[in-house]
C-alpha cells in the first residue's frame, strides 16, 4: 500500500433551483435511453422485402429476436443532437487538459478524409487499385521521419499506448536477436500510467526512477540503475510535468553504453514539432499521437493512431505490414516472407493502420507546412508559459519555468481553504470551462496540469487566467459553496462514482 | 500482552493461537477512500511474508495487500465481496480480509505493535 | 497561418509578460546540439485550396468501392450507411470533444457508450460489452490475455478458421505477454477437431463463425468441451450484421466476444479507423480491458452515466492493469450506436437477411461457370469459391475489368499450395443485379 486515493463523493446538490414539468432545462433536454423509445412498428431505414427462399445457416439460424429498439429517423437524429448538447468540445470552448492536446480540429481534414477514394476503399483491394493511398502513407511516412530525424517508421499502431507496445516489443525483440535476456525497464514515477502497462505486457518489470528537486529525470539515481539486465528506459519528453528533460542526451548515452534502448513516449511532441528532432536526442523508438500533435479529432475518446519512429538500430524489427516505394510504384509489405532484409517482430493490427487518420493528419501537415508546423510548437509553448506567468502568484507552480507546451500546478495554494483540486476543477465547469487534467502527474500533490494549444487566442488566455484568479482568490476568501456543490450549471451535479463501481450496471435491460 | 499487529503497509493481524486474522488498517482505509471492490484469496493458498495476496480497489484507486507473516489460508471474508463498504465502516473489525495459519510466529517480531504503528501514521502526515 | 490565432503583437507582449527577450529563451532546456534553427526540408504552408488539389489527386489514384462492382470481404465489408451516421458523427460535440473523464459535461458521450455497450451486448447474447477496443483484431488478442488472467493458465488454442491477421495479431500479442499460442492449420473446409487439442494447460479455445472461409460455427459442442477441462471458450465475428441472422455466440456458450464492428456505420477507411466489440460473461467483468461505462445518479438523484471499474486500467493500476489501452474507438462506436439505432431490430435483422440472400444468389451464379465449386454447406453473406486456377492473378486480371471480385486466399494465407485457387466472396445489399452479373460475366471471360 498505497496509491492514495482521491475525493469522489458527490455530495450535495447545489441549490434547488426552478423545478420544471418537463425535467427539461431550456436547451438542456433530459434524454431518456434508446431503449426506452422502442416500438415495435418503427425503423429508421427502408429496405426492400426479402425474397422467400430457403437459407443456408442450417442449425444456426437466429431463434429468437435480438431486443433493439424500433425508431424512426427524425427520433434517431433528435436523440442524438440532445445527447450532443451535454458535451464539452474544443468547438465551444478553451480545452485545457494536459497531456491531451485539444487542438482545434480543422475540418478541412474531415472533408478529406472522406473522400471515395480513401473512405471507400477495402483494406484487401488489388495493390494496383489502391497506389495513391499507399503514396499517401509513404507520404505522411516521410514527413514524420523528416520532423523526427528517425531513420524509420512503423504505421500500423492504433494508438498512443499501442504505438508504445510497439515499441517495446520490437525492443525485445533486438534483445532476443542479440541473445540476451534484459528484463527490467526503467521508468520515472511521474509516467503515463500506459508505460509500465506496455511494459508489463511485454513480459518487462518496471523500475521506477526517481524525479530530482527540478521535476526531472535524476540522471546520477538513473545510471546508479542501470545495469546488464535493463532493456530500455522509457521517458516522455518533454515530461509529464510540461518540462524538457535537459539531461536527455546523456541519459540516452547512459543507457545506450549499458547496452539498454531508449524509448522516449511522444505524447508531448507538439512542444517539439519544428524545433527538436528526437533523432537528435539519442531515442531509440518513439510513437507520436497523431490526434494530438497532428489535430486528428478526439472523437470523444478515440480513434486514435500512433505510428512509431525507430533508429537505425530497432528499424529492422517494425512490424507488418509496411509500404515500399518500388519506383516504379507503392508495394505493400503485408508477410514476412516479402520482408526481405527486415526481421518484423510480427503483425499489430488485422489491415494497415489508421487509414482514416493518416488522411487527417497529413492534410493537416501540408497545411501547415514545415515553416507552420514549427510555429506550431512556438506558439504552444509560448501560450503555456504565458498561462504559467500570469497564474504564478495566485497558484502554486511546484517547479519553476520555463515549461514547455503545458504548465504544471499543485494544490498548496488551496491549502486549509477546505477546497480540494476536484472541487476547483468542478468550479471551472460553471465557469464555462472544461477543467485541467487533475490529480496527474502524480508526483505533485493535488496535480493541476494545464494545456492551452497553439490554437487559443491571447483573449481567450486572458480570460481563463482571469477566471483562474478569481476562483483562487475566491477559495481562499472563503466561499466554499461555489466549489463543493460544483458544478451549479452543468446537465449533472457531481455524479455518484462509488455506487457505480460497487454496483456496477453496465447495460440496460428490460424491466421484468 | 498485545495480540494486534501492523505492517508499514497498512496491513493489520490479530492473533489467535496460531490463526491471525487480517485486514486493512483504518488509515489505510481513509486514505484509499471509498472501497468498492476486494479481491480475497483462495483458502487453501500457501503465501510467504510479503507476497501479494489480495487487491484492495476504490473508484480512483487500487492496492495490493501483502501477506503480513507466511502461512496457509484458512478462510476468507466472502461477506465483503456483497458489501465492501464494510472495510470503509469497519476496517480493523467486521472489514477483515483472511485467516492465516501462521508457519513461523517469529516474523510477528518485525511488525509493529498498536502504539509503535500510531506513531509511525504520524510520522506519514 | 490560418489555424494560429496569436499575432506578431501578441506574441511580443506575451514575451514581455513572461519576461523573455525571445521565443528562444523558453527552449533554454533544450540541449544545444539538439537546437535546430535551419528550416526542415518540408514545403511551406498552403490553403485549402492547394492540399485538397494534393489529396485528391491521391485518391483519384485509387480504384474506390462505390465505382465498382464489389464483393470483398475478408474481415472488411462494405454495406450502405445511412446519411444520418456521417451527419451526426460530425457534430462538433462529438467530433472535438475529449475522453468523458469529467461527466457532469460529457453525459452525450457516456450515454451513447452506454447505449453501445447494450446493443453490443444484445447482439452477441452476452452478459456485458466493453465501450469497445481499437479493432477485432486486437480485441482477439486481448480476449486471449483476459482468458490466461482468469484461468491462471497460458495456452490458447486457434481454429483454423480464424482470420490469419487475428491469429497473427493473437501469436505476436500473446509471445511478448509469455502466453502460448497453438494455431490449428487452416480449414477451408470448416471442419477440424479443437476438441481434442484442449488440455489442463488450456486457458481458451478461440473460434470464428462465420469463419475466415464463410462456414458457420457450431459452437456449442466446443464451448461444452472447453467448460470440462476449465478452459474458456473465445468466439470471433468479423462480420458484426451475421449477428442478425444466427444464433449468438452467448446462445452457444462463448465465455467471451470479440468481433469487428466495421460492417456497421463504420466504413471501409482502407483498413482503419475499426471497431474492437468485446464482450462477456458478467463473472469476468474485472477481468475486462477498455473502458466501462456504468448507470449511477447525481448528487439531485438524477440517473446519469460514468466511467467505472477504472481499478483496472492502465491510469490507476499500471503495471498490473488488465490491459495498457488507454483509449477506445469512440467515434466509431458512435457511428455504430447510430446504425444500429436506425436499424432497429425489424432493420437489422431484414438487412442481415438480404444480404444472406444476395450471397445466395451469387453463390448460385458464379458456380454456373465452369469449374467454379462452392466450398461451403453453411454461409452467411461470404463464402469460398475454388477456381480452376490460381485466384490473385484472376483478381487482378478482374480489376482491370473494374471489378472488384473478392479476396483470393492466397493474399493473406500465401504458403500453402492447396488454397492457391480458393476466392474469398462476399455479397452485400449493395450489390445489384447489373453487379452481379457484370462479375458473372467478368470471371468466366478470365477463366476461360
Known amino acids: 500500500m498505497m496509491r492514495q486515493g482521491r475525493p469522489t463523493n458527490p455530495g450535495e446538490a447545489g441549490n434547488d433551483t426552478l423545478r420544471t414539468f418537463s425535467g427539461h432545462r431550456g436547451l438542456d433536454h433530459e434524454e431518456p435511453l434508446l431503449f426506452e423509445q422502442n416500438s415495435d412498428g418503427r425503423c429508421g431505414v427502408d429496405l426492400p422485402a426479402p425474397a422467400i427462399m430457403p437459407n443456408r445457416l442450417g442449425i444456426l439460424a437466429r431463434p429468437g429476436a435480438i431486443g433493439l429498439p424500433g425508431l424512426s429517423e427524425p427520433q434517431v437524429v433528435r436523440h442524438f443532437v440532445r445527447l450532443s448538447r451535454k458535451n464539452y468540445a474544443i468547438d465551444s470552448g478553451l480545452y485545457p487538459l494536459g497531456s491531451c492536446t485539444m487542438k482545434h480540429n480543422p475540418r478541412l481534414n474531415e472533408k478529406l478524409a472522406r473522400l471515395p477514394g480513401f473512405a471507400d476503399l477495402h483494406p484487401l483491394q488489388p495493390i494496383s487499385t489502391v497506389q495513391g493511398a499507399l503514396e499517401l502513407i509513404n507520404t505522411l511516412a516521410h514527413w514524420l521521419r523528416v520532423l523526427t530525424g528517425m531513420p524509420a517508421v512503423a504505421m500500423s499502431p492504433k494508438a498512443g499506448a499501442h504505438g508504445e507496445l510497439c515499441g517495446l516489443m520490437a525492443i525485445r525483440a533486438a534483445l532476443d536477436a542479440r541473445g540476451e535476456k534484459r528484463n527490467r525497464v526503467l521508468a520515472p514515477e511521474s509516467a503515463h500510467g500506459t508505460n509500465p502497462a506496455t511494459a508489463a505486457m511485454c513480459g518487462f518489470s518496471v523500475d521506477p526512477i526517481p524525479a530530482d528537486a527540478r521535476g526531472r529525470v535524476d540522471l546520477a539515481a538513473l545510471k546508479a540503475k542501470l545495469g546488464p539486465d535493463v532493456a530500455a528506459i522509457m521517458v516522455t519528453n518533454p515530461n509529464t510535468c510540461g518540462l524538457f528533460e535537459n539531461d536527455i542526451v546523456e541519459m540516452a548515452k547512459a543507457v545506450h553504453d549499458a547496452g539498454g534502448y531508449f524509448y522516449c513516449d511522444g505524447a508531448n511532441f507538439n512542444a517539439l514539432v519544428g524545433r527538436v528532432r528526437p533523432g537528435d536526442l539519442g531515442i531509440d523508438a518513439m510513437h507520436i499521437n497523431l490526434h494530438k500533435t497532428f489535430s486528428t479529432p478526439h472523437g470523444g475518446g478515440g480513434p486514435g493512431a500512433g505510428p512509431v519512429v525507430f533508429s537505425q538500430a530497432l528499424a529492422p524489427y517494425a512490424p507488418l505490414p509496411f509500404v515500399v516505394d518500388r519506383g516504379t510504384g507503392f508495394d505493400l509489405i503485408e508477410l514476412g516472407a516479402d520482408a526481405g532484409d527486415a526481421t518484423p517482430f510480427g503483425r499489430m493490427t488485422a489491415f494497415h493502420g489508421q487509414m482514416g487518420m493518416f488522411v487527417r493528419a497529413l492534410s493537416y501537415m501540408l497545411s501547415h507546412g514545415g515553416d507552420g508546423l514549427r510555429q506550431v510548437a512556438e506558439d504552444a509553448v509560448l501560450n503555456a508559459n504565458y498561462m504559467l506567468a500570469s497564474l504564478s502568484d495566485e497558484m502554486s507552480a511546484p517547479f519553476p519555468g520555463p515549461c514547455m507546451h503545458e504548465c504544471l500546478f499543485d494544490d498548496s495554494f488551496l491549502k486549509d481553504t477546505g477546497v480540494t483540486t476536484l472541487d476547483f476543477a468542478k468550479a471551472m465547469i460553471d465557469e464555462g470551462y472544461h477543467p485541467m487534467t487533475i490529480y496527474f502527474p502524480l508526483v505533485v500533490h493535488g496535480a493541476m496540469l494545464i494545456e492551452p494549444t497553439e490554437t487559443e487566442s491571447k483573449e481567450s488566455l486572458d480570460q481563463l487566467i482571469s477566471v483562474l484568479r478569481n476562483l483562487a482568490r475566491a477559495a481562499k476568501s472563503g466561499d466554499l459553496t461555489r466549489f463543493t456543490q460544483a458544478p451549479h450549471f452543468a446537465p449533472r451535479n457531481r455524479l455518484d462514482e462509488t455506487r457505480a463501481a460497487r454496483t456496477p450496471v453496465l447495460r440496460w435491460r428490460p424491466q421484468e | ?125 | ?448
Open chain 2, 1 to 125: 500482552m498485545t495480540n494486534i499487529f501492523y505492517t508499514q503497509d497498512h496491513e493489520w493481524i490479530r492473533l489467535d493461537g496460531d490463526v491471525g486474522t487480517v485486514g486493512i488498517s483504518n488509515y489505510a482505509q481513509e486514505q484509499l477512500g471509498d472501497i468498492v471492490f476486494v479481491e480475497l484469496p483462495q483458502p487453501g493458498t500457501k503465501i510467504g511474508q510479503g507476497e501479494e495476496i489480495a487487491v484492495v480497489e476504490s473508484v480512483k484507486a487500487a492496492s495490493e495487500i501483502y501477506a503480513p507473516v507466511s502461512g496457509e489460508i484458512i478462510d476468507a471474508n466472502n461477506a465483503l465481496e456483497g458489501a465492501p463498504v464494510t472495510v470503509n465502516e469497519a476496517a480493523e473489525s467486521d472489514g477483515w480480509f483472511f485467516k492465516i495459519r501462521l508457519a513461523n510466529t517469529s516474523e510477528l517480531d518485525g511488525l509493529m505493535d498498536a502504539a509503535a504503528y500510531k506513531t509511525f501514521v504520524e510520522g506519514l502526515a
Open chain 3, 1 to 448: 497561418m490560418r489555424y494560429l490565432p496569436l499575432t506578431q503583437t501578441d506574441r511580443a507582449a506575451m514575451l514581455r509578460t513572461i519576461g523573455v527577450a525571445s521565443i528562444d529563451e523558453l527552449f533554454v532546456d533544450v540541449p544545444q546540439s539538439a537546437r535546430r534553427s535551419e528550416p526542415l526540408d518540408l514545403p511551406p504552408h498552403q490553403g485549402e485550396i492547394e492540399v485538397e488539389r494534393m489529396l485528391r489527386a491521391m485518391a483519384s489514384k485509387n480504384l474506390a468501392a462505390s465505382d465498382a462492382p464489389f464483393f470483398c470481404g475478408a474481415g472488411a465489408y462494405r454495406h450502405h450507411i445511412p446519411a444520418t451516421v456521417d451527419h451526426l458523427i460530425q457534430r462538433s460535440e462529438f467530433l472535438t470533444s475529449y475522453t468523458p473523464y469529467q461527466p457532469e459535461i460529457s453525459q452525450g458521450t457516456l450515454q451513447y457508450l452506454f447505449e453501445f455497450q447494450t446493443q453490443v451486448a444484445m447482439l452477441s447474447g452476452m452478459d456485458i460489452a466493453n465501450a469497445s477496443m481499437y479493432d477485432g483484431a486486437t480485441a482477439c488478442a486481448e480476449a486471449v490475455l483476459m482468458a490466461n488472467r482468469a484461468t491462471k493458465r497460458r495456452k490458447a488454442i486457434l481454429s483454423g478458421g480464424l482470420h490469419p491477421q487475428y491469429r497473427a495479431v493473437t501469436e505476436t500479442t500473446a509471445h511478448f505477454a509469455g502466453g502460448i499460442v497453438q494455431a490449428m492449420p487452416a480449414a477451408p473446409d470448416g471442419v477440424e477437431d479443437i476438441i481434442r487439442a484442449i488440455d489442463d494447460d488450456t486457458a481458451c479455445i478461440v473460434v470464428q463463425t462465420p469463419d475466415f472461409f464463410g462456414h458457420l460455427r457450431d459452437l456449442r459442442p466446443l464451448a461444452e468441451a472447453a467448460h470440462a477441462k476449465g478452459a474458456l471458450l473465445v468466439a470471433v465475428t468479423t462480420e458484426t450484421l451475421a449477428l442478425g441472422a444466427m444464433l449468438s455466440p452467448g446462445e452457444m456458450g462463448a465465455d467471451i466476444f470479440v468481433g469487428e464492428g466495421q460492417s456497421i456505420g463504420v466504413g471501409l477507411n482502407f483498413g482503419g479507423p475499426y471497431l474492437g466489440l468485446f464482450a462477456a460473461r458478467a463473472a469476468l467483468q474485472r477481468q475486462m480491458p477498455g473502458r466501462l461505462c456504468g448507470e449511477t445518479v447525481d448528487a439531485q438523484g438524477r440517473r446519469g452515466y460514468v466511467l467505472t471499474l477504472s481499478a483496472r486500467e492502465q491510469h490507476i493500476r499500471r503495471e498490473k492493469a488488465t490491459s495498457n489501452i488507454c483509449t477506445n474507438s469512440g467515434l466509431c462506436c458512435l457511428a455504430f450506436t447510430i446504425h444500429v439505432a436506425l436499424l432497429g431490430e425489424a432493420g437489422f435483422t431484414q438487412l442481415a437477411t438480404l444480404n444472406h440472400q444476395a450471397a445466395i444468389v451469387l453463390a448460385q451464379a458464379l458456380t454456373t461457370i465452369p469449374g467454379v465449386t462452392l466450398l461451403n454447406e453453411s454461409f452467411f453473406n461470404e463464402f469460398t469459391l475454388r477456381l480452376p486456377k490460381p485466384a490473385a492473378p484472376v483478381i487482378e486480371a478482374l480489376a482491370l475489368l473494374g471489378i472488384l471480385g473478392g479476396v483470393p486466399v492466397s493474399r493473406l494465407i500465401p504458403d500453402d499450395p492447396g488454397l492457391a485457387n480458393l476466392l474469398l466472396v462476399a455479397a452485400s445489399e449493395t450489390n445489384t443485379d447489373q453487379d452481379r452479373a457484370a462479375f458473372v460475366a467478368a470471371l468466366r471471360e478470365v477463366l476461360s
